[in-house]
């Protein structure tokens, strides 16, 4: 089956502009994550959807950063008045479920390589 | 602080060879750990994982062994081939804090015929 896609996979914009990008889960898969990678870095956790709520969004560095899904499925990651920082490669995955003492395999994305000139 | 890191930023062997890739946690509250490989320009890809109830596992040509005493995991990866050249890195779950995976900064593997 289709696995985790993202769009669009590159994005080139100017610095103060808003950006939107987006996460289309594996079907049926019920948590969402958003991470960013940094040039030659981890990855850095953003924020995590149970279906349409986000219990966590402990990572999302400013409130230029906002995220929200629909439907319990495809989720949009939107970066507000973009700076030269926010450079990085987005990743988005996605599990089965979630729950304190559970984990499950995430799976991942291609990711969006977001350029902030 | 709460991290994962690993402890070389990159590791060359030759093809045939083991490989053993490192990586100490800081939070011994975690209790599921995650092995995943990057190659260029692709997402993480899940090679395999380890909870805390155990101190080794096994998949194909990969073992993952935990010591939960000096906070260490690592992979080892069996007659490692050319196409095992990726970026390795080492994730963290904390129950308490939900499922966000803690990961480190990467190891990067080189495989040389």
């Known amino acids: 089956g289709a696995g985790v896609s993202q769009s669009p996979s590159n994005k080139v914009t100017e610095k103060g502009k808003d950006v939107e990008l987006r996460c289309d889960p594996i079907?049926?898969?019920?948590?969402l994550y958003w991470y960013r990678q940094s040039l030659g870095q981890g990855l850095e956790f953003l924020i995590y959807?149970?279906?349409?709520?986000?219990?966590?969004k402990s990572g999302l560095p400013s409130d230029r950063f906002s995220a929200e899904r629909t439907g319990g499925s495809v989720s949009t990651l939107t970066i507000q008045r973009t700076q030269q920082e926010d450079s990085a490669v987005y990743l988005c995955?996605?599990?089965?479920?979630?729950?304190?003492?559970?984990?499950?395999?995430?799976?991942f994305g291609p990711g969006t390589r977001l350029t902030v000139t | 602080g709460e991290s994962v890191g690993l402890h070389l930023p990159t590791l060359s062997v030759q093809e045939g060879d083991n490989s053993i890739i490192n990586c100490a946690y800081s939070n011994s509250a975690s209790d599921y750990f995650i092995w995943y490989k990057q190659e260029s320009g692709k997402g993480p890809q899940f090679i395999i994982d380890?909870?805390?109830?155990?101190d080794k596992r096994q998949g194909q040509r990969v073992t993952v062994l935990l010591n939960k005493t000096v906070k260490h995991l690592s992979l080892q990866i069996a007659a490692t081939q050319p196409g095992d050249s990726a970026v390795y890195f080492c994730?963290?779950?904390?129950?308490?804090?939900?499922?966000?995976?803690?990961f480190g900064k990467g190891t990067t593997l080189s495989v040389s015929s």
């Open positions: 079907s049926g898969h019920t948590a």
């Open positions: 959807f149970q279906g349409n709520s986000a219990p966590d």
């Open positions: 380890i909870r805390s109830n155990m």
């Open positions: 995955a996605s599990s089965l479920e979630v729950g304190l003492d559970v984990s499950y395999e995430q799976y």
């Open positions: 994730a963290e779950n904390m129950a308490q804090a939900g499922t966000a995976l803690i």
